[in-house]
């Protein structure tokens, strides 16, 4: 809700008297239904009405029953399904100013004045044209005796809010469309899948994705599973680019450094420069010819729109489908028509047709050969993609070396991508002329000599891989400061990357305290948040936390299925995260859970009077009322009306192959933390020598709303909670009054919380890729 609105409104009476209909339109995306059920029960919340309207435009051109009230319950069991329940077609009646009448005709006929889209920039745009075409409409509706004068005036203006919803991403304005990383999760699947038998009979693989005129979906593929080249229309290959990947392919070293296969990623509108296509029978017909390499093409077509949606699609779904609702009842005539976006870790409000003339832009700077302008207008995220693969990927390591030792590690427990983070930092400091070491074991390891050099091929393949490659241990260096301050010595280390959870920060700062005493502590450190806990200081987000999040939502969406099946059960899943409820709080969101016990919110014996069909918790919400005794209680008390079952989900959330977002993210994060340290390097190198002793020598990189950005160890002390090892400000409580809403609780807020709930959902969002 927004920030201007007045503390005194009652977002619970803010829509009596309303009607809002909602709509899905174009090409279907996972996590539409995250949305319409978000819209339907936030908008019963504020006591409007809401409609469906079934097939899209052409439902709202017909009338009759494809417009129809929804209810609380219409909207139940849709989290986790893919597609749109209420329907999407093509509509060319729409098109027409008589279809446009009819569909004007069949609103005012229900007093409906709010429209939510939700679809890509061809249905936004058609949004906005019937918008701007409303007046016009109703004087010919009541001049053919269609509709009165008094209906007329009753619906005078028509409001309008979109929301995107397209697994291409193509849209400029917003950093992830509905769909998009569902997408990708049917993408990296297959990928996986091809991976090993390309690899059992050394083949190159061509994957066609797709995306129409946006290499989005492609680019990210390349940069998750590490492919050796990647067409995309925003950035044509040069000319003689045949050659060019050829030599690439046949490269010896390519061979012998270990690489069993090859992997192309072709986005579907991949061309030349000028202008002309580039297929995957194409590519396919010159490797086979030129080289003779046995190579097998994919074209993974309607595979990608398929599917459950991911943990992250149902939370932006839900977050977007809220501030689309609060957009249209605080909407006055003299408001554009806006629609609801992602930027960095924010929901944001832009408007509509703003930002579909950026989206033209990018055609028109495609189709002008000004590749350079077309990368930038996709956005930052976008650019941030192609930049990093580029430096990946496409950059040869230099022949004259730094002559500086940069060591790597792995501390805390294990988490999906952290092998990302490990293998992105090995090739990005190779890249840069470093000498790279591994570092097993944790600090242990480094106390014990566990150390030896890593090179470009002993991290192939590692950015699919779950768990830790190096090893793991959650032993802090304070006890072992000698042997470690030996080891840094004698293998000449110069810059040092951490890669874990809570401990990497702390063992982080027990060497920056340390630095007084040993000499050797004195290089530049730099810790990567990597925690299914997601609880790292200095970090909106860690590595692992959404392989996690997306283990917990495919197991609750098992277990619903039973629930549903059986009828009067109640179910309990206990989720990890220590102190932290991160991740209870967003699987409850993801699943539809009824409520989401944390730690950080104190709960009660009332708080468990509400029975439910599935309760989520995190491990150490109460010393009290742990998931046994709550068991024990709902058990005892549901005797003869419904019965109770437990599942405590354990390590399997910190297990399995990471997904697309933990790939990428592990990548950049990885990439970014040597590019940093090699500028740190520079700054401390004095008289022949590497001395960091100053707070910015040692930061931890973290994601913070829009930006990576990195932050001192010792500065992020007074925002942390050392014994329940938690940041003590941490941004996702904010979305929790979101959850119980959409949970339909009773919720009475008072001013403070009007302006907090207010606050929050205009001003964050899940998370920008």
């Known amino acids: 809700m927004s920030e201007d609105l007045q503390p005194t409104v009652d977002p619970t009476k803010m829509g009596v008297g309303r009607s809002i209909a909602v709509l899905t339109s174009g090409g279907d995306a996972q996590g539409m239904n995250a949305a319409v059920r978000a819209t339907v029960r936030v908008g019963i919340y504020t006591g409007a009405k809401v409609y469906f309207v079934h097939e899209g435009y052409q439902g709202l051109v017909d009338g009759g029953e494809n417009i129809c009230l929804a209810t609380w319950e219409s909207v139940s069991m849709m989290l986790q399904l893919g597609g749109t329940v209420i329907g999407s077609a093509r509509c060319k009646d729409f098109r027409t100013r008589d279809g446009r009448m009819k569909a004007a005709c069949n609103l005012v006929k229900l ?59 193509d849209f400029c304005g917003t950093d992830m469309t509905i769909g998009t990383d569902s997408a990708l999760h049917r993408i990296i699947e297959v990928v996986d899948a091809i991976t090993t038998t390309a690899q059992s009979h050394q083949r190159t693989f061509i994957l066609e994705v797709m995306g129409r005129h946006c290499g989005y979906l492609a680019l990210v593929t390349a940069l998750a599973c590490g492919a050796d080249w990647v067409f995309i229309p925003e950035m044509p290959p040069d000319d003689g680019w045949e050659d060019h990947l050829c030599r690439r392919l046949s490269d010896v070293s390519q061979r012998a450094r270990g690489s069993r296969l090859n992997v192309i990623i072709v986005a579907e509108g991949a061309m030349c420069k000028d202008g002309k296509p580039i297929t995957s029978d194409q590519i396919k017909k010159l490797v086979t010819d030129r080289l003779g390499f046995d190579t097998r093409t994919t074209v993974l077509g309607h595979v990608q729109r398929g599917g459950t949606p991911s943990a992250f699609d149902r939370i932006l779904g839900s977050r977007m489908g809220v501030e689309a609702v609060m957009a249209l009842l605080e909407a006055t005539p003299d408001t554009p028509a806006c629609v609801v976006t992602l930027s960095g870790n924010q929901a944001v409000r832009l408007p509509l047709m703003e930002c579909v003339q950026v989206t033209k832009e990018v055609t028109a700077a495609m189709a002008q050969g000004r590749f350079d302008d077309a990368i930038k207008l996709r956005g930052k995220s976008f650019e941030n993609n192609w930049n990093t693969y580029k430096l990946l990927a496409h950059i040869n390591p230099p022949d004259t070396k730094s002559n500086i030792n940069v060591a790597i590690m792995n501390i805390g427990a294990p988490c999906a991508g952290m092998n990302a983070a490990v293998r992105a930092a090995v090739r990005m400091g190779i890249i840069q002329g470093h000498s790279m070491l591994g570092v097993h074991e ?232 040597v590019l940093w340290l090699t500028d740190k390097l520079k700054e401390c190198y004095r008289h022949g020598r590497i001395f960091a002793n100053t707070a910015d020598s040692a930061c931890v990189l973290g994601m913070r709303k829009r930006a990576l950005t990195f932050q001192p160890l010792a500065e992020l002390k007074e925002d942390t909670d050392f014994e329940r090892r938690i940041p003590k400000i941490q941004w996702w409580l904010k979305i929790r009054p979101i959850m119980k809403i959409l949970a339909k609780y009773d919720i009475k807020l008072d001013t403070s919380e009007h302006a907090d709930l207010e606050h929050v959902i205009k001003k964050s969002s899940f998370l920008g890729k």
């Open 111 to 169: 007093g409906i004045t709010n429209l939510c889209v939700i679809g890509g920039d061809g249905s936004l745009t058609g949004a906005n044209e019937f918008r701007t075409e409303w007046s016009g409409l109703l004087v010919d509706l009541v001049r053919a005796g269609k509709i009165t004068e008094e209906e007329a005036k009753k619906s005078s203006h028509l409001n309008i809010v979109g929301m995107v919803g397209s697994i291409d991403n």
């Open 442 to 673: 944790g600090f242990d390891g480094l106390a014990q000599g566990q150390i030896e050099p890593i090179i470009w091929t002993s991290v192939s393949g590692w950015t699919g891989k779950g768990g830790s490659m190096l090893g793991t241990k959650r032993t802090l260096p304070g006890k072992r400061l000698e042997e470690i301050s030996q080891n840094i010595a004698k293998f000449n280390i110069h810059a040092l990357v951490i890669i874990g959870g809570f401990e990497a920060y702390v063992g982080g700062l027990e060497l920056v305290q340390a630095r007084e005493k040993y000499e050797e502590m004195c290089i530049p450190i730099v810790v990567i948040p990597a925690t299914v806990s997601n609880n790292v200081p200095g970090s909106d987000f860690s590595i692992g936390a959404d392989t996690a999040l997306n283990t917990i939502t495919s197991t609750c969406d098992r277990i619903k299925q039973s629930a549903a099946g059986t009828k009067r059960r109640v179910f309990i899943v206990e989720t990890m995260g220590g102190y932290c409820g991160y991740l209870a709080t967003m699987a409850g969101l993801a699943a539809g859970a009824d409520a989401a016990y944390i730690f950080e919110e104190k709960f009660d014996i009332k708080d468990l009077e509400v029975m439910t069909v599935l309760r989520g918790q995190n491990e150490n919400c109460n010393s009290n009322y742990t998931t046994d005794f709550i068991f024990n209680l709902y058990s005892e008390e549901g005797k003869g009306i419904f019965d109770c079952r437990k599942n405590v989900l354990g390590h399997m959330q910190q297990g399995g192959t990471p997904t697309p977002f933990d790939r990428n993210f592990g990548t950049k994060m990885g990439a970014k933390a």
